[in-house]
Structure formats: structure tokens, C-alpha cells
């Protein structure tokens, strides 16, 4: 696999989809993850970042409030209603929120995608998958395109319904216990973003 993914120049993310895909599959459990305490803790105690733990389904599992926010209320939304995928693919608020909506979409497509790969036999993912084949004509046409995405790093630029324009740089890092879960930090790419994200933290 290594060999191949050379001679093709695969990425990261392209590789481990690569290998994924020629692993025997197995059963997954489909039990929610449980955050670490310490983890939840931390994240509610970040001074004017905003924060979040995604799990391999893409579900909201914590976050602070300059997250719900920034975003959405997440805990507010039944247990079963907290995807973020989801969010960004069938509400409206969602596309106005990010400037750059189609290539949020692509890129959470993508690693839906790779987290699949991993756990073909996972009924919550294949429910979702065929939920969103359903309602969103655009997640019918990235899911048809495999482009794997690993979570890394990278700038977002959001149009808040209240605060107006933030920059946000984010970066991800795999919880070291269960590299199941994602921790999501959001920072302010410039002082005004920050002035508007401290608001949110405080709201």
C-alpha cells in the first residue's frame, strides 16, 4: 500500500483511504463517545477561543459557548439532531454563516468519507449517508467523488446573522485516548475578529 500510494502521490488522508478501503471490514460499535472530563473542563475554561470535539460520525460532542455562538446551539438540539455535517448541509443558516459554504461542505464530505472507509460495517454512518443522499442534492454529488480529507488546519471566514465578519484560524488535534474524537480550537485571525469572539463567549 505504501509502494502504491508513493507511485500515485496520495496525501495523507488519500492513503489512509486507500489502505481503509483494502482492510478486511469490521463491526463497529455504534455507542456515542464519552469526552474525557478533563477535556470538557478545558475547553469551557479557553479564554476567547471558541471550541469543539467532533466525533468519527461527525456529531457534536462538547464544546464551549463561544462555539454555539459562532455556529449553532448545539445542545440546545435533540441528542439525536447534533451532526455537524448535517448542520451545514441542510440549513440555510449554515450557508449564509460561511462565506466560503461549498468548499466547508466538500471538505466535511471528505472526511466523512475517510472516516467511512474506516468503518464500513458502522450502521449510525451509513444511516446518515443515505439521510443526506436524501435531502442534499450537493452531498449526492461530493459522496460520488471520493476526496478523502484528513483534519488538519487551516482559516475559515464566517458572516455572523449579529457580529458581521470573523476570521478564524482553526486547528485540529486527535484526542490521544480515542483518536476517534476530534478537538476543533477556533483563534481570531485579527483583533477585530477577536473583540467579536469574545462576544460570543460572553453572550
Not at 446518515?128 to 475559515?156: C, H, I, M, Y
Not at 486547528?171 to 469574545?198: C, H, M, P, W
Amino acid at each position: 500500500m505504501d509502494a502504491i500510494a508513493r507511485v500515485l502521490r496520495l496525501d495523507v488522508a488519500e492513503r489512509d483511504y486507500l489502505v481503509n478501503l483494502a482492510r478486511p471490514a469490521r463491526h463497529t460499535p455504534s455507542e456515542p463517545p464519552q469526552v474525557r472530563p478533563g477535556i470538557v473542563r478545558m475547553i469551557e475554561h479557553l479564554d476567547g477561543q471558541a471550541a469543539f470535539v467532533l466525533g468519527p460520525r461527525m456529531e457534536v460532542l462538547t464544546g464551549n459557548p463561544a462555539m454555539w455562538g459562532l455556529l449553532t446551539d448545539f445542545p440546545a438540539r435533540e441528542a439525536d439532531d447534533r451532526n455537524l455535517l448535517r448542520w451545514v448541509l441542510t440549513e440555510p443558516a449554515a450557508r449564509e454563516l460561511y462565506v466560503e459554504w461549498g468548499q466547508i461542505a466538500s471538505d466535511l464530505v471528505g472526511v466523512l468519507q475517510l472516516e467511512a472507509s474506516a468503518r464500513p460495517r458502522d450502521p449510525d454512518i451509513a444511516a446518515l449517508v443515505q439521510e443526506l443522499v436524501a435531502a442534499s442534492p450537493e452531498f449526492r454529488s461530493l459522496w460520488s467523488q471520493p476526496r478523502p480529507q484528513g483534519r488538519t488546519a487551516g482559516v475559515k471566514h464566517f458572516r455572523h446573522p449579529v457580529l458581521g465578519s470573523l476570521t478564524i484560524d482553526w486547528e485540529a488535534f486527535s484526542v490521544t485516548d480515542d483518536n476517534t474524537q476530534t478537538l476543533f480550537i477556533y483563534t481570531a485571525g485579527d483583533e477585530e475578529s477577536e473583540a467579536k469572539l469574545r462576544q460570543l463567549a460572553t453572550a
